[in-house]
């Protein structure tokens, strides 16, 4: 059983940049391709990166691509999303979710975090 613990989350103004991380223990994190996620108030919770687990090609949402950098550190357990030029419309919960696929639906992914809010004020 994997756990996931984001951080890092918070409120940072339009044009700002914010820096998440996830720990994960309880398993072999080098096994785990690992995604990012998000759900804002009343919408659906969509994809936002994905990582293979040997930290290869990353796949990006069209919404964030250029703006959004994932990255992982296996030594550390540790997987991070680096959002840069944040908009308003990108405040919303973030999970981080690892699985055994490359698929970047949610449904790819068996273990997921609890969680934190970014919000992006104007």
């Known amino acids: 059983q994997v756990q996931l613990v984001e951080s890092g989350g918070g409120l940072v103004q339009a044009g700002g940049s914010l820096t998440l991380s996830c720990a994960a223990s309880?398993?072999?994190?080098?096994?785990?391709?690992m995604g990012w996620f998000r759900q804002a108030p009343g919408k659906e919770r969509e994809f936002v990166a994905q990582?293979?687990?040997?930290?290869?090609?990353?796949a990006y949402a069209d919404s964030v691509k250029g703006r959004f950098t994932v990255s992982r550190d296996n030594a550390k357990n540790t997987v991070y999303l680096q959002m840069n030029s944040l908009k308003i419309e990108d405040t919303a919960v973030y999970y981080c979710?690892?699985?055994?696929?490359?698929?970047?639906?949610?449904?790819?992914?068996?273990?997921w975090g609890q969680g934190t809010q970014i919000t992006v004020s104007s």
């Open positions: 990582i293979p687990r040997s930290g290869g090609s990353a």
């Open positions: 309880g398993g072999t994190f080098d096994l785990y391709a």
């Open positions: 979710a690892a699985g055994f696929s490359t698929r970047t639906d949610g449904t790819a992914f068996n273990y």
